[in-house]
């Protein structure tokens, strides 16, 4: 069977869905892998490297005659038009806002997987792209915050008198937000955190923060999610996080709802308390923001001279490394999907709806959309 990767369209996307360093499992797996030309470029992949990793580079289509199709954004409904019957996709197709994509792969025949839908368990960690990429997210956030900020994040002694180290709060201690914790205090921060789950106070103290402790519910939820919070928590939540943002050099927001819109940690009004100077990186911006005010894919200065951020496409500013770990997760996946007789490699994937982590991932199957048997329970 073939796989092939196109070219991302998506303005501004720099990741490619695979990296050279994988395709030798893939052809040892007896699959033939097809590259479009130029397809890894903006990632640091030249088609040279695909090639002497056993790949075939193409100029045009090369999805039309594809038997698996690996993109790291949807394909769009005319691109799925294009797919033969019975193709398999893999990428990030989400539920809520991939829509006419979705019903575009259940009419062509198209079998869908969606990354963001892969479980989180233990069995599954090496297929979480949600994982990976917010890993970099997080990452980048600091650096943002950084670059940002007027102001050296360690404590500095010099012959001039010292430096006082920059406070950060990290809001959302998730992968995300653990990486910004673990990348401000190697910058030299002092750093604190807040989570509604209380489960992840220990995490955060591991990388050598400062855990925020509110009197509130705690609000733990499924697959290692936070769960939605009431107005009046929500209200409340922000009166008592108020002090400590205020008090912030650098604001970096991380909490995301998994489907939803990312719920609205900070009001302009906390905002308004914040020095002149600080910075408000904010992750969730594409979704409707955790922070009121930012935009996603813009810097913005407020009244007061609070610099605000608004994250967009944040882990394709980091394509190279963001490329090579979503492409072990896609890799990943497809081999749990690839037969095999007496332990040899047949070349054949197919769906076993019967593994967990493939019900769960797949959209549409045989001309249809499909609920995996775990939400019908």
């Known amino acids: 069977m073939r796989i092939a990767v196109a070219k991302e369209i998506r303005p501004g996307e720099k990741r490619v869905a695979l990296v050279p360093d994988i395709i030798s499992k893939l052809t040892k797996a007896g699959l033939e892998v097809v590259i479009e030309s130029g397809a890894g470029v903006a990632a640091g992949f030249p088609d ?12 045009g289509n090369v999805i039309s005659d594809a038997d698996i199709v690996a993109s790291v954004t949807s394909l769009t409904p005319d691109q799925i038009k294009s797919l033969k019957k019975g193709a398999i996709t893999i990428s990030f197709l989400s539920p809520t806002t991939g829509v006419d994509s979705i019903e ?7 079998t869908a997987l969606s990354l963001e839908l892969v479980p989180r368990i233990s069995r599954a960690q090496s297929m979480d792209a949600l994982t990976s990429q917010a ?6 956030a600091t650096l943002v915050g950084a670059e940002l900020s007027p102001r050296f994040f360690p404590l500095l002694m010099t ?6 180290p920059a406070q950060v709060v990290v809001l959302g201690a998730g992968v995300a937000g653990l990486q910004a914790i673990a990348t401000a205090k190697r910058l030299g921060a002092v750093v604190s955190a807040y989570d509604v789950r209380p489960s992840s106070a220990d995490e955060v103290k591991s990388m050598g923060a400062k855990f925020i402790t509110l009197e509130l519910e705690a609000l733990e ?4 999610y936070a769960r939605e919070m009431t107005e009046e928590r929500a209200a409340k939540q922000r009166e008592l996080l108020t002090p400590y943002i205020s008090n912030a050099d650098v604001l ?6 998994p489907g939803r819109p990312a719920p609205r940690l900070v009001t302009a009004a906390m905002v308004a308390t914040m020095k002149q100077g600080s910075v408000v990186v904010d992750l969730a911006s594409e979704t409707g923001g955790n922070v009121e005010g930012t935009v996603a894919g813009e810097t913005i200065t407020t009244s007061n001279g609070v610099i605000m951020w608004g994250g967009k496409d944040v882990p394709s500013q980091l394509p190279y490394h963001a490329s090579m770990l979503f492409s072990r997760n896609v890799v990943n996946l497809l081999l749990l999907m690839t037969t095999s007789v007496d ?17 769960a991932a797949t959209l549409t199957h045989n001309g249809s959309r499909r609920t995996p048997e775990g939400a019908k329970k």
């Open 48 to 59: 040279e490297q695909f090639t002497a990793a056993g790949a075939s580079i193409k100029s």
């Open 221 to 224: 939820g499924s697959g290692g």
């Open 104 to 110: 575009a792969a259940a009419a062509a025949g198209v």
């Open 252 to 257: 970096i927001t991380t909490a995301a709802v």
């Open 343 to 359: 332990g040899k490699p047949t070349g054949q994937v197919v769906p076993d709806f019967s593994d967990e982590i493939i019900d």
């Open 135 to 140: 890993l970099c997210a997080g990452y980048k």
């Open 159 to 164: 012959a001039a008198g010292t430096v006082t």
